[in-house]
């Protein structure tokens, strides 16, 4: 196990796409302390920056404690290992994530678990704007794993979601799961408006309020329950919106009848 | 006295270039053709609060410096910076522009431009659906259908609807001209009929005069009419939409939904809601009716979609409701760009580094994310060290804690103007205006490139934007190299 400390709390970006269990597999501290970090325009190296320590336990792979909000890129397109992060977290956590675990025991930045492909992330703090979203003008959004969130997200989470499951424990704000195809997000608490616009598959459960769902879905039924994943389900009872109509979509978005008693004029049309 | 033809604006992303300048003494005398700011700009522009020297701070306060030590000294904070800023750029040349992205990619830092508070996000919205638009030209001669939505081009952009869009005489579109003068003048009667009864002179008539308050719950007849079109769709009753055929007034932050049901509504899609954003669905079935049934519209929108909830994706929307149109009909959609060369600035940023705006050289190749490369959020995490603002006044126009971290870090700052940025500033180096004292190209909001013209010479001893960079981008290099052979040495 190899275990980071910053030297400084950093103002400028550091990019530490290196930070990867696939990187460090089969290194030496040294070999470790000599990989190209970047920090503002100037390049480093990772030991001019960390505090580079080896512990004997085996897992997890790589430990960082302490303020690592400006480290971006960590865990890039990992495939196995696992990284714990006793901290805040910087943007780009886990992009491109294929296999592995990371852990953050604090906040994360923006664009967690942009376009990830597999694995798990548990952040048990808050996440940031673009949670498992695509970069701009990319529709490549996330397509497999697991991320779980115990605190609150930003804006725009989800967006062009193709597979995979997040479940959020805290509350989330507006345009989550943004033109989804597939996959499944779980808010537990109140979410943000404009949830689903212009899905056209996929499945969102809003277990808190919702302020207002948008005008172009359609009440298809109520149910007493919804399945999240293998593991969990959650109990409604729920109403089952049917949309985006203006795509022509089939996306189901389930939003709890109990926490939203403002939207019982659309039981009319059932 | 020389009269100056087919001069440029250099205000707003309209670039009239139809202004005839009268020149005597090496001063502009008189305007012709120009709008209000027109003239304010090229018979105001030599104001009190123009910068006379170049100036550095010292024990706090601003004092008069050479050319050569402002330049040296700005050199000097850029060189040495490990993450600076170059902001601004909108209201100057696109040879000035070109200039800054190489400057930027020798320092390593982040170059920017006033997309990043106005219609950046419209240019997010492209990236990610792509844009169905025209020139001007086109839709001065073909439109029949003008929608303006979030916008108030009446007030910001004055001779958009004279010169490009609803009062402009086209090959194939007449102008509704007279249509506004005649609604003018029973808008006058209605006033003097009304006046005439609060005096008592006349008894009030049995039927009210419709009241403009009362018309957002009739039908709208105007929408049935021959000829050009006029929609104005904002969250308040602008100058702009008082002469609208058709107005509607949208909640504010909810012009996201509506668009979305406007889409809905065009694929012949019910809706299971009576009102969508406060407006009633069967106004929005007549507005649909009205885009479906027209020969070619447009939609030109400005900061009342792209800066409000839902940003980048209200552009989003409105793109693709013009793509859901052109199923049906003929359709382009516009933003109205602010400064007079905003759009210049995206397209010599993306001919030089790929990317519009926000593009951060600092590892040493073009990255861009915005929000992640992006100025204010830049300032708002406190990451720079160093920001040179050019053609811009960030200082009065940014929120309170990005101008305290700009304030804190060293500030350089090109402009003709004693601005509030200038104020704050640690090296002050005036330049002369451009398209009035030096000339260069601007691009015009539907991507024309146009010239601009130096119609008088500027003040003794003070350079073109372009030619400032250019001694910044050389000293330097001259620093740089330096730095280079002391390394080697040792």
């Not at chain 1, 103002?11 to 190209?36: H, R, T, W, Y």
């Not at chain 1, 089952?240 to 389930?254: S, T, Y």
């Not at chain 2, 952009?157 to 609604?183: M, N, V």
């Amino acid at each position: 196990m190899i275990v980071l400390s910053p030297l400084k709390k950093f103002q400028f970006p550091v990019i530490a796409e290196c930070i990867s269990p696939d990187i460090f597999k089969g290194k030496s501290l040294a070999e470790i302390a000599k990989l190209e970090v970047w920090e503002g325009n100037k390049q480093r190296t990772l030991g001019d920056l960390f505090k580079i320590e080896e512990d004997k336990a085996e897992t997890p792979d790589i430990v960082i404690n302490g303020d690592a909000s400006e480290v971006r890129f960590v865990g890039k397109a990992m495939k196995s290992g696992e990284i714990v992060i006793n901290g805040v977290i910087g943007m780009h956590l886990g992009e491109k994530m294929a296999g592995g675990k990371i852990t953050v025991n604090g906040d994360a930045g923006g664009w967690a678990g942009a376009e990830m492909k597999g694995g798990l992330i548990e952040i048990h703090g808050n996440a940031g704007d673009y949670l498992a979203s695509p970069y701009r003008g990319s529709s490549a959004g996330m397509r497999g794993g697991t991320i779980i969130v115990d605190g609150n997200v930003g804006s725009d989470s989800g967006v062009y979601m193709r597979g995979g499951v997040i479940k959020i424990r805290g509350s989330a704000k507006q345009f989550l799961g943004f033109r989804m195809v597939d996959g499944t997000i779980y808010v537990q608490k109140e979410c943000g408006t404009r949830v689903g616009a212009c899905m056209t598959g996929g499945k969102i459960v809003v277990g808190g309020f919702l302020e207002e769902v948008m005008p172009t879905f359609t009440i298809d039924s109520i149910k007493p329950k919804v399945k999240i994943d293998d593991a969990e389900s959650a109990n409604g009872p729920f109403y089952v919106f049917l949309g985006d109509l203006a795509e022509e979509g089939r996306g189901k978005l389930f939003v709890s009848k109990p926490a939203n008693p403002h939207l019982s004029s659309y039981e009319k049309f059932l | 006295m020389v009269v100056v033809k087919s001069v440029t604006c250099p205000i707003c992303g309209s670039l009239c270039d139809d202004i005839e300048l009268t020149i005597e003494n090496n001063e502009v005398v008189k305007v012709k053709n120009g709008c209000a700011l027109c003239e304010s700009k090229f018979l105001g522009y030599k104001g009190e609060h123009r910068i006379k020297t170049p100036l550095i701070r010292k024990d706090g306060k601003l004092m008069p410096v050479s050319l050569d030590e402002a330049i040296h000294k700005a050199a000097e904070i850029l060189a040495n910076a490990n993450y600076p800023i170059l902001y601004g750029w909108s209201s100057t040349s696109c040879e000035a522009q070109r200039i800054g992205v190489e400057l930027a990619e020798e320092i390593g830092g982040v170059i920017d431009n006033t997309a990043v508070v106005c219609h950046g996000p419209s240019i997010l919205s492209v990236q990610e659906v792509g844009i169905p638009t025209c020139t001007l030209g086109q839709i001065r001669h073909r439109a029949d259908l003008i929608i303006y939505w979030g916008c108030d081009p009446w007030s910001a952009h004055p001779r958009h609807l004279e010169r490009y869009t609803a009062f402009t005489e086209g090959r194939f579109e007449k102008s509704d001209w007279k249509g506004y003068i005649q609604k003018v003048k029973a808008a006058a009667g209605k006033k003097k009929i009304e006046s005439a009864v609060r005096r008592g002179v006349v008894k009030r008539p049995k039927a009210q005069p419709m009241l403009q308050h009362e018309l957002v719950n009739a039908p709208p007849p105007t929408l049935m009419k021959e000829g050009r079109k006029l929609i104005v769709v904002d969250a308040r009753k602008s100058m702009t939409a008082e002469m609208a055929d058709y107005f509607i007034q949208v909640e504010p932050n909810k012009d996201y939904e509506v668009m979305q049901a406007i889409r809905a509504l065009i694929r012949d899609q019910e809706l299971d809601v009576d009102k969508v954003g406060g407006v009633p669905v069967e106004y929005l079935e007549e507005v649909a009716d009205a885009m479906v049934n027209c020969n070619f519209g447009v939609i030109f929108f400005g900061m009342g979609l792209t800066q409000t909830a839902g940003k980048f994706r209200n552009i989003e929307v409105a793109i693709s409701l013009i793509r859901d149109l052109n199923k049906r009909t003929k359709f382009v959609i516009m933003p109205m760009r602010g400064h007079f060369n905003v759009t210049g600035a995206n397209v010599v940023f993306t001919w030089q580094s790929g990317y519009p705006y926000g593009v951060d050289f600092s590892l040493g190749y073009p990255r861009y994310n915005p929000g992640e490369t992006t100025c204010m959020d830049i300032l708002l995490r406190g990451e720079s060290d160093a920001t040179l603002v050019i053609a811009a006044d960030p200082g009065a126009t940014f929120p309170r804690r990005a101008v305290e971290h700009m304030a804190k870090t060293p500030l350089i700052v090109i402009d003709p103007h004693m601005n509030a940025t200038a104020m704050l500033g640690d090296v002050v180096i005036p330049s002369a205006f451009v398209g009035i004292e030096s000339e260069g190209t601007a691009y015009r909001m539907d991507h024309v490139p146009l010239p601009l013209k130096k119609v008088v010479d500027p003040p003794k001893g003070l350079l073109s934007d372009e030619e400032i960079l250019r001694r910044i981008l050389e000293e330097v290099r001259a620093i740089k190299a330096k730095k280079m052979r002391e390394a080697e040495a040792a």
